[in-house]
């Protein structure tokens, strides 16, 4: 016999592969946490290259692990919500962002992998040559998972509207911010494509908002703490509609590690507490920097797909049209969400064979 693997016993014993413990279909356990007898002990009673037997006591249960499994799920790997698995930009590294051919991304599984993790890595990807024709933005999230439907509908018009129920129905400029704060959870994707740009004005701005909020606890320790520390309401009211909910503008993990921003002074109710504004100033006068804002040009035919929980969005005024058919800025967008998005880019590397990056 050889010495046990370095892994506690319990954790050996709940994870057995073997037929008694996993429906050998469904891959699911069949073991409780109430079946594993206490103070348990384990040795090894085989071993290749390949695989390791061990003997569990006092029951004398045997388990048979694959080497490669017990080291991948021995790792404590990084959350993919959390900023430990994303790379955090400011605008200078982003010279070319992320970007694929609509026709290639469909029909390459290599180009599909590259575009989603962009997404999950930088927070964003754009895809090109999307035919220009309405509805087209569902066939995009569809590529990936399902689209999320609000009060807005399957699908949303971002157009100059005569009655406007948001602000981003009209000409104006508009913030960096995330979308619907008022919703628990929130939509964590966003995709938003363009039909017809405008004339001049329009451009669309990006925030790495973790980066962000990085920047915010190195700087402002204090800010930062409040912000995370201090729930803030949103609300949304309409004909049809009302929403409210209540977070902090930065959340963390158990950890603390940066998992979300909710941010959109448009719809946020903050609490009548001094410092709480103090620290809202230092937000807003941080998420304005240049350095952090990566504009982008849209055309008729791009798509955008964006982490909402992350990513920041802005807009640069444009001027109103004179007619429907002239000068009309016209995007169409949905929501979706991110567990569809990585359950995707999941399958999709292993149908390729590969860990991904």
């Known amino acids: 016999m050889t010495e046990s693997p370095d892994l506690p016993a319990v954790w050996l014993r709940y994870n057995c592969p073997c037929p008694d413990c996993r429906d050998p279909v469904t891959g699911q356990r069949l073991l409780s946490i109430t079946n594993i007898p206490n103070d348990l002990a384990v040795t090894v009673t ?7 037997g061990l003997t569990f006591a006092p029951d004398g249960h045997r388990s048979v692990f694959r080497r490669d499994w017990l080291a991948a799920r021995a790792r404590d790997e990084a959350d993919p919500r959390t900023e430990d698995a994303k790379r955090l930009w400011q605008a200078a590294d982003h010279g070319d962002p992320p970007a694929a051919d609509w026709h290639t ?12 993790d962009a997404v999950v890595r930088d927070g964003f990807a754009l895809l090109r040559g999307v035919p220009a024709s309405p509805g087209m933005v569902l066939a995009v999230a569809e590529t990936f998972g399902y689209v999320r439907e609000t009060n807005y509908g399957r699908l949303f018009d971002v157009r100059v509207e005569p009655d406007p129920a948001n602000l981003a129905f009209t000409s104006r400029e508009i913030a960096p911010h995330t979308d619907n704060p008022y919703r628990d959870p929130v939509p964590t994707l966003q995709l938003l494509h363009c039909l017809r740009d405008a004339t ?14 990085a920047a915010l606890r190195a700087t402002d320790p ?50 009548a507490a001094e410092p709480l504004f103090a620290a809202l100033r230092a937000w807003a006068g941080l998420l304005a ?3 952090f804002r990566l504009p982008l040009r849209l055309s008729p035919g791009d798509c955008l ?36 998005l990585l359950s995707t880019l999941a399958v999709t590397r292993r149908g390729r064979g590969t860990a991904g990056s």
Do not use: W
């Open 305 to 340: 797909i964006f982490d909402n929980t992350r990513i920041l969005h802005a807009r640069t005024a444009f001027s109103a049209p004179v007619s429907s058919n002239t000068g009309e800025r016209h995007l169409q967008g949905c929501y979706a969400d991110l567990d569809g």
């Open 46 to 52: 085989a071993h290749t290259s390949a695989e390791i």
């Open 289 to 291: 920097r240049p350095e």
């Open 222 to 271: 204090v800010s930062f703490g409040v912000l995370t520390g201090t729930p803030v309401s949103f609300g949304y009211i309409d004909k049809g509609t009302e929403l409210t909910a209540r977070q902090p503008l930065i959340s963390l993990s158990p950890r603390g590690r940066i998992t979300g921003v909710r941010y959109n002074e448009r719809s946020m109710r903050p609490p």
């Open 105 to 116: 991304y469909l029909g390459e599984d290599a180009t599909r992998a590259e575009i989603l």
């Open 200 to 213: 001049a004005g329009g451009d669309t701005g990006l925030v790495d908002g973790f980066a962000a909020a």
